[in-house]
């Protein structure tokens, strides 16, 4: 079902437009580490200070700020997380802190200045400033941690539909393009062990590549594969895929893209496409047309992309049906299959 206008900003336009209070109150706390000071132990008031050296003017309210927001707990004066906190905490299974520390650090300024990029067309996000965003990115080892901490949190919670929704016992080789550390890959081949596996990225990403792989015991398991998807060959597989990584160029490269990808797939195989696409009547397109302006403000080319024209990119390039369905999380998956194969 669409949102409409009225259910979007409710009967009270005032608490739309500050709405960004209740966020900050989140993003900061996850940014001064109150979130994961109580996933250690429960603390008062006079202790969370001391542990995070806060000011004792504004600490109390914004405790019980947090408290009736939903985020905290407290009982007989002490603090602690609510159960709903939980995919906050760093290094836990469902973990969105990083998602969340580079929501309060990159987005939150570039939406600030929203207008400016209604204006101008042009990115408003301060982590770099050339128009090769990921080669910049990369090369710096802070802002490629943040990065890759941001981009896991964000398709961590799809791996088991990604695992399940997809019929992987029939193919025997899979090539993830733009996959950086692996990890989507590696849940994938955790549950289905006959899968000859690669990630193809740029070459910047190899060693955090070959770390994660070890700590996850997969090396050797999944491969990578250094490289540039638009620019150098890509290695043949039955299925290629795709996720959260369209949505950061322009229709012209995406199409662009698609057509290179078409030779790869081998005949009968399968290309899977994964994003936030925006898809008219569903209970997702309002959030994901401000996903779309999100990555306008954080990306030279990017931004959402509609479902009919996804369709007629991969119709366009040779493949011979084309379906979806819903990951969750407000993700469609675009299954396009190549005619062929024994």
Not at 7 to 21: K, L
Not at 27 to 37: F, N, Q, R, W, Y
Not at 46 to 54: K, P
Not at 249 to 269: C, S
Request: some cysteine; hydrophobic content about 45%.
């Amino acid at each position: 079902m669409t949102t409409t206008i009225s259910e979007a900003i409710g009967s009270d336009p005032m608490a739309t437009a500050m709405a960004f209070q209740p966020a900050k109150l989140l993003l900061t706390a996850v940014d001064l580490g109150v979130i994961e000071s109580l996933a250690q132990a429960p603390a008062s008031e006079q202790e969370l200070r001391e542990r995070l050296d806060l000011h004792p003017r504004g600490t109390r309210d914004f405790l019980r700020a947090l408290v009736a927001l939903g985020v905290l707990t407290e009982s007989r004066g002490r603090f602690q997380n609510s159960p709903t906190v939980t995919a906050l905490v760093r290094g836990g299974p469902a973990a969105l802190d990083g998602f969340l520390r580079m929501a309060d650090r990159v987005m939150y300024p570039a939406w600030s200045r929203l207008a400016e990029a209604l204006r101008t067309g042009a990115p408003q996000a301060e982590t770099y400033r050339g128009r090769d965003m990921f080669d910049e990115l990369y090369s710096d080892q802070s802002k490629q941690d943040q990065l890759v901490r941001m981009a896991e949190d964000a398709s961590r919670p799809l791996i088991p539909a990604l695992t399940d929704r997809f019929d992987w016992s029939t193919q025997k080789s899979v090539l993830e393009l733009g996959g950086c550390r692996g990890n989507v890959l590696a849940g994938i081949v955790r549950a289905h062990r006959h899968l000859d596996a690669a990630v193809l990225d740029l070459p910047q990403l190899q060693p955090a590549f070959d770390a994660h792989m070890a700590d996850l015991s997969m090396t050797g398991a999944v491969r990578f594969h250094a490289a540039d998807f638009f620019t150098d060959p890509l290695p043949p597989a039955d299925v290629v895929m795709i996720g959260h990584a369209l949505v950061d160029w322009d229709d012209k490269q995406r199409q662009t893209l698609v057509r290179r990808i078409f030779p790869a797939v081998r005949p009968g195989g399968a290309l899977l496409i994964w994003d936030p696409i925006i898809v008219p009547g569903v209970d997702s397109y309002l959030r994901n047309l401000i996903r779309s302006i999100n990555l306008q403000l954080m990306t030279p080319t990017g931004g959402g992309y509609h479902i009919e024209d996804c369709r007629r990119w991969l119709t366009d390039a040779g493949f011979a049906t084309v379906e979806q369905t819903s990951l969750g999380h407000d993700v469609t998956l675009v299954t396009a299959w190549k005619a062929g194969g024994p």
